[in-house]
């Protein structure tokens, strides 16, 4: 299927025609990576991203049937803090919904936005993902630039922790009710659990799905703006082994 595809420093890019195309392609090449670390070790660790902009990838990954999904630990990478334990829009019912609750994985490893202790629940996480190192991360970004929810002014690409309560910058909550997820700005959580940046681009694999015209400033500034937690997805264009997948919507502000 047609595409256009460049390297940026370190970031493979791929332009695609259409959001289905983008995720028909992102779930082959997850597909086969997972394929290839297999034949290497026994069992791997996914790390997945729960948003919208994720929904095509996830399907298409969703009906590969070839996947040994029984060797796969499955992670996400944040949580709101303060909802109700089985709201719409926590981001483990969003991934239950569309992957987990359909398919064999071997663990499923989910946030606890609800847990008593949130710094508790912070380590917690953390030492699962110390026993489990991530192979793969599937990510999109934000509006803000934003990866997880590491926003600029939270972001810090030498962080020494791994998973951390942050608050949620204005840009941050008002692409939530943009994407749907809330009626208004009022109902988004001011804050949330997230995996940071180190432990998210510690992966040898990172897929970066990022479809949609809402996207495009993101889009441009991962490209071309200075590498700097300013722009916290700037970071990917120093990692090897990241793809950027781009629709012709968010690719449009690009040259």
Request: hydrophobic residues 40%; negative net charge; aromatic residues 8%.
């Amino acid at each position: 299927m047609g595409h256009k595809e460049f390297n940026i420093e370190q970031l493979r890019v791929l332009v695609f025609e259409s959001r289905a195309s983008l995720g028909l392609t992102a779930a082959k090449l997850v597909s086969d990576s997972i394929k290839a670390l297999l034949q290497e070790k026994p069992e791997i660790n996914i790390i997945f991203a729960a948003a919208p902009s994720q929904n095509e990838f996830l399907e298409a990954l969703l009906k590969d049937d070839s996947i040994p999904w029984a060797s796969i630990n499955a992670f996400h990478m944040d949580e709101y803090l303060g909802l109700p334990k089985n709201a719409t829009q926590l981001f483990s019912q969003f991934l239950k919904i569309r992957l987990f609750d359909h398919r064999p994985f071997k663990t499923v490893n989910l946030i606890n936005g609800s847990s008593l202790d949130f710094n508790e629940e912070c380590s917690r996480y953390a030492t699962l993902l110390q026993k489990h190192p991530p192979d793969i991360v599937c990510m999109g970004i934000g509006e803000n630039t934003h990866i997880a929810f590491n926003d600029p002014g939270e972001a810090d690409f030498n962080d020494k922790q791994m998973v951390k309560v942050v608050a949620l910058d204005a840009v941050c909550r008002q692409q939530q009710v943009n994407d749907c997820c809330f009626n208004q700005l009022a109902d988004v959580p001011k804050f949330a659990i997230t995996l940071t940046i180190p432990i998210l681009t510690s992966a040898p694999f990172i897929f970066c799905m990022v479809p949609g015209k809402v996207k495009a400033n993101a889009v441009a500034r991962t490209l071309y703006e200075p590498v700097s937690d300013k722009y916290p997805s700037t970071v990917l264009r120093t990692k090897t082994g990241a793809i950027l997948l781009t629709d012709n919507d968010s690719f449009s502000l690009c040259g």
